[in-house]
């Protein structure tokens, strides 16, 4: 009976992380269609295919189930980006790589864009309560800090951008565009988001940042 007990343990560990996981899954997409305020939590039960008592035992509350799935949209850029491996590259080339990486995360995670508008109705009072977040970035921070570097050293670039101003600009240069593309289809009659025009912003995006850079 002991060896039975012993052997079950991981696949209980196993139900157990599925079971978050699908819970998570379902939370993201009620989070990044109501916001935060219009979600519902038996909702969210009802698309895990699990009860409520279940999504209080492993996230506690609807704030922290919400914090978690930041969290995770968090975690899944931050993996993405890592798998870059622009550390190596010519400097300029490398932040390209960057500006159009960026880029192209807002289009394929809208949810994440959903997300983040509704964190910051409230002010980032979520990602606040978060270590996780913040430390997500310091890997991040230090790729750019080795670009920049190796740019002034070889005289590229010069020697007194502020790494993290940086990555805002690069950001709010793609996030904007992706974030408000209803509304400037509809004013300026074009679809932002066809392959050749979206390639041509992120170029356009590039280009600013590589023209601010130069020395």
Do not use: C
């Amino acid at each position: 009976m002991a060896k039975a007990l012993k052997k079950a343990k991981p696949e209980v560990k196993r139900d157990s992380a599925a079971s978050q996981e699908r819970i998570l899954i379902a939370a993201t997409k009620e989070f990044s269609e109501k916001g935060y305020d219009g979600a519902r939590v038996d909702a969210i039960a009802l698309s895990s295919q699990l009860n409520k008592n279940a999504l209080y035992h492993y996230f506690g509350s609807k704030e922290k189930l919400f914090i978690a799935v930041l969290e995770r949209a968090y975690a899944t850029i931050r993996d993405r980006q890592s798998d870059l491996s622009i550390r190596g590259m010519d400097p300029e080339e490398g932040m390209r790589r960057l500006v159009e990486f960026t880029a192209k995360i807002w289009v394929e995670m809208p949810e994440f864009n959903r997300l983040l508008a509704s964190e910051n109705l409230h002010e980032a009072r979520h990602v606040k309560q978060s270590k996780k977040i913040p430390e997500m970035y310091n890997p991040l921070l230090d790729t750019i800090k080795e670009i920049l570097k190796k740019g002034a050293d070889t005289g590229k670039f010069r020697d007194d951008v502020d790494p993290t101003d940086l990555y805002i600009s690069i950001t709010a240069l793609s996030a904007h565009y992706i974030s408000h593309r209803y509304t400037f289809e509809a004013i300026f009659n074009q679809g932002l988001m066809k392959p050749a025009r979206l390639q041509q912003r992120i170029d356009h995006a590039a280009d600013m940042i590589i023209r601010y850079l130069e020395k």
